[in-house]
Structure formats: C-alpha cells, structure tokens
C-alpha cells in the first residue's frame, strides 16, 4: 500500500465556456483532474461524493484509469456543478455558477484500505474537512495538500493548523502572496516553508513553478502548448503527475526525484488544456507522456 495514492476532495460536473467553444456538464473537479493524471504512476483511490445524476460512463472512465471509486459516495440529489467562463487569456476563470449540490454535506470518512494508503493529497476542500481525513490516516509516508484562495481569508488559522503537519504544499502565487503577505514568491515560499512543510510548489500557470526545499529554490518553465482550449483542472493535473511521480519513488525527499516530479507535472497539465473536461487525458498513452517528457527536460538543458 506504500504507492497508492489516496485522495480527497471534489467530483464534480463542469460547464464551461471559452473562445474555442463550450462544453455542458463535464467532468471535473480537483479529485478527478487530480486523479487521472496521478494514476498514470501509480494505483489511485478517490474519497469523493457524487449525486444521482453522475452519468455512468464517467464512472466507467474513471475505472478504466486504475482509479478505485469505492470511496466515492452517491447520495440523493445532484452532483456539485460549476459553470465558468474564460476570457482570450485564460489568466482566470470567470465563475458564472457555482452549485454545490450534494458537496456541501461532504464529510470524507475513510476506509480501513483508505488510511492505509501510503500517500494521501488533500486537495482542495474545508481545511477543517483536510484535518479531519488526516487524523484518520495510518501513518502515510507522504502528506500533501492544496488550498484556494476562498479558505485562506475564510479559515487561515486552520490551514496553518493543517500545514504544520503535510510534507508538500501546492498554492499559486497569488494565494501565496495572499497567505504570507509578501510578493516576492521565494520569500513567500521561504516562510511558507516555516510553516511546516518541506516542499513548497507555488504554481504559477503559464509562467511555470517554483520548487522551494531543504534551502534550494528551482523555477521550471510551462511546456509551450500552441492552442489552450481549457484551463479547468490544470493546477490539479500537475499535482497529480507531481506527487504521482514521489509515489512511484521509494525515496521522494531525492532533490533529483523532486525535480523529475516537477517536470512531470509540467507536461501533464500540458496535455490536460488541450480539449475541454478530460477529454484529451482520457486517451493519454504512456508513450505520449514520454514522448513529451523527454523533449520538455531535453530543452531544459544548457551546454
């Protein structure tokens, strides 16, 4: 159970609208998005609730993914469902609804196979809800985590509460700025570290990320996509690959593994902005990802 990956947070239906097009209730939220990417590396349960509208080929979809759903609850009613809109930029979503369904009475409870998971990602929900999972956990050898903006002005004390006891923390650099009051992002990673974490990764959307452990500091570059169609979910992707890549790992405090993780987040959330929902890492092959993995590290190298 040492590889597998737990991970807690939103199921969700999408409905969303850009200079490409639209698309009507899709499938999303950060578990999924999360999920799909990780399972590339690694066997994945998904704690999650879902309403009785939640269409049966996503389920299959999910499965077929080596994503265990016996987490994932059905109760009466609908399921969470968000519509958005991005602008010519895709520099943020523009929320024209947010409904959250049977979402707003999640309360994860977890399995005896589900505290036993070697890695757990909290993503982004209540931090009280994240506290409450992780009391839960059987000593998981990897403990990472997400937040939004919305739970730092609503509940800071909680999330730093949370922080003091995950191992790597994901936020974008407007929430770190946010969180720490201080622009510049390797000061504000430096003291979000002092929070507790050992790695911090301010994600920084098409500028790339920032790495921030042991004292080293490492800025990768996004991998350059020439048509973006959908944004949604781009931020989840790369923490999958990410922490998908520690957990494949026997050692994931190796700075070279981190380094290796970050890069392949990069390239996966590449490929998730390529179509709306999850339509393009649906039909991701391994031979995809590496293909693109090998040609982003090999620009990355200077003679």
Not at 105 to 134: E, Y
Not at 138 to 163: E, F, G, H
Not at 256 to 281: D, H, I, P, Q, W
């Amino acid at each position: 159970m040492k590889k597998n990956i737990l991970v807690v947070g939103s199921v969700a239906l999408d409905s969303v609208q850009t200079i490409h097009g639209r698309i009507t209730k899709g499938l999303g939220g950060s578990a999924v998005h999360f999920s799909i990417s990780a399972s590339q590396f690694a066997p994945v349960r998904i704690v999650g609730v879902v309403g009785e509208d939640f269409p049966a080929p996503f389920r299959r979809l999910l499965k077929r993914r080596n994503i265990c759903l016996e987490g994932m609850t059905v109760m009466s009613g609908k399921t969470f469902h968000w519509k958005g809109r991005y602008n010519e930029d895709f520099k943020n979503a523009v929320t024209l609804a947010t409904e959250l369904n049977v979402f707003e009475d999640f309360k994860p409870r977890l399995s005896a196979a589900h505290s036993k998971c070697g890695v757990l990602f909290l993503a982004n929900i209540d931090p009280d809800l994240q506290w409450d999972v992780l009391k839960q956990m059987d000593s998981p050898r990897l403990v990472a985590c997400d937040t939004m903006n919305y739970w730092i002005t609503l509940k800071q004390n909680s999330l730093k509460k949370l922080l003091a006891r995950v191992n790597l923390f994901f936020i974008n650099e407007e929430e770190a700025r946010q969180l720490t009051k201080e622009y510049n992002l390797i000061t504000a990673a430096k003291m979000l570290a002092k929070m507790g974490p050992q790695i911090v990764v301010i994600k920084r959307g098409d500028s790339g990320s920032i790495l921030f452990y042991g004292g080293e500091t490492i800025a990768m570059p996004a991998q350059p996509i020439e048509k973006v169609v959908d944004p949604t979910g781009a931020g989840d992707t790369f923490a999958g690959g990410f922490v998908g890549c520690l957990a494949a790992s026997p050692d994931w405090r190796n700075f070279n593994v981190l380094k290796r993780a970050m890069a392949y987040g990069t390239v996966l959330s590449s490929f998730s902005v390529e179509n709306f929902s999850v339509k393009r890492m649906e039909k991701l092959a391994k031979s995809d990802i590496t293909g693109r993995y090998n040609k982003y590290v090999k620009s990355l190298s200077i003679s």
